[in-house]
């Protein structure tokens, strides 16, 4: 089939042209941009010279309509929820990236995001795209909200003892660190080389807009969850998120059926890499791939678990993803283009 991609000149774009440009089951990507129209994909992004000879083009809603079957919206927030409303009825199916869709609270979206929500209509349409929980909605999805790269890291480090009811949910602290590409292409004071090399620093404390979207995931698997403690770290490299999570653990447990209850609740989920005992993953190991590595430990002292869930935050947390649920979405091989190993060092 034609995909087209809009947003492609961003980082998660040029990550999803580099993954469904090689897909077995794609004809072509079609780009689009709202920034740089008419130019070749290369000018963009020049490491694809000779391997691009694709033309950004203008975004026009008629000519989607008629050009492709399934189009990727790796768009800043705000521009699915304008775009979105203007391909419904079509068929054209929609994986949007940016967040607009995620939350099914129009006023938790509106206070976490400060800007207007989509309508009632799209929400009720759209489907969570975190295939490890919620894989039989996804396949029978027509607007797919692709899962935000903190929360991937952060609901599946948690899932299984959320849901099993296994910790005290009340006592949930997640501390989580991304790289610099997290924040986008676009240079700010704050992703300037001089501003985070060799430092590291919090932000949006208490404000991040990935809160809600946690916190909705882990209510839907356990009712009696809610507000968590969130803290999210900028620190200096490229691509990478590591989510330390601790909680308090209700029963008796050890390290070890802990790690059997995860590897048992992950068995089907190829994507999913649960470590051994005493093994815990580093950012470095998922580097490049759709991998999420998860390594888990009981302090039999205090009572506590700490969970660590690590992520390449522009593949399982972005572009990644979005390919896994376009694999779903139609049927093919949830793997298909994907299973190939991350790249080290």
């Not at 610099?180 to 404000?207: C, D, F, L, P, W």
């Not at 059926?257 to 890499?273: G, H, I, M, Q, T």
Request: aromatic share 8%.
């Amino acid at each position: 089939m034609k995909v087209g991609i809009i947003g492609a000149t961003g980082y998660g774009g040029v990550e999803l042209y580099r993954i469904l440009s090689n897909h077995p089951h794609v004809e072509e990507c079609i780009l689009y941009s709202s920034s740089e129209m008419d130019v070749p994909y290369s000018n963009s992004f020049p490491h694809l010279h000779q391997l691009s000879n694709h033309i950004l083009r203008n975004i026009n809603v008629e000519e989607i309509k008629r050009d492709i079957q399934f189009l990727f919206l790796a768009t800043p927030p705000g521009v699915s929820r304008d775009l979105t409303p203007k391909f419904q009825g079509s068929n054209v199916r929609i994986i949007d990236l940016s967040g607009d869709l995620r939350l099914k609270d129009r006023l938790a979206y509106e206070q976490w995001y400060k800007r207007p929500c989509v309508s009632d209509d799209i929400l009720e349409h759209a489907v969570y795209g975190l295939s490890e929980l919620n894989k039989e909605e996804i396949m029978n999805a027509d607007i797919l909200a692709n899962p935000g790269c903190f929360p991937t890291a952060t609901i599946l480090g948690l899932a299984p003892v959320v849901q099993n009811k296994i910790i005290d949910v009340k006592s949930i602290i997640v501390d989580a660190k991304t790289g610099v590409s997290g924040a986008g292409r676009n240079a700010s004071q704050t992703t300037h080389y001089s501003e985070v090399n060799e430092n590291m620093k919090i932000y949006k404390v208490h404000e991040h807009q990935h809160v809600p979207e946690v916190e909705q995931a882990l209510h839907s698997l356990n009712e009696t969850a809610g507000a968590i403690s969130f803290s999210t770290h900028l620190i200096p490299m490229t691509r990478g998120i590591m989510a330390t999570i601790y909680a308090s653990v209700e029963d008796s447990y050890t390290t070890e059926k802990l790690l059997d209850l995860y590897k048992s609740y992950y068995a089907e989920s190829p994507f999913v890499r649960i470590r051994e005992q005493d093994v815990f993953p580093s950012t470095k190991e998922v580097y490049g791939s759709n991998f999420c590595d998860i390594g888990l430990k009981l302090d039999e002292r205090t009572g506590r678990i700490t969970i660590v869930s690590v992520i390449d935050n522009l593949m399982k947390g972005a572009a990644g993803q979005a390919v896994q649920n376009f694999n779903l979405m139609n049927g093919y091989e949830e793997t298909t283009g994907l299973y190939f190993a991350p790249i080290y060092p």
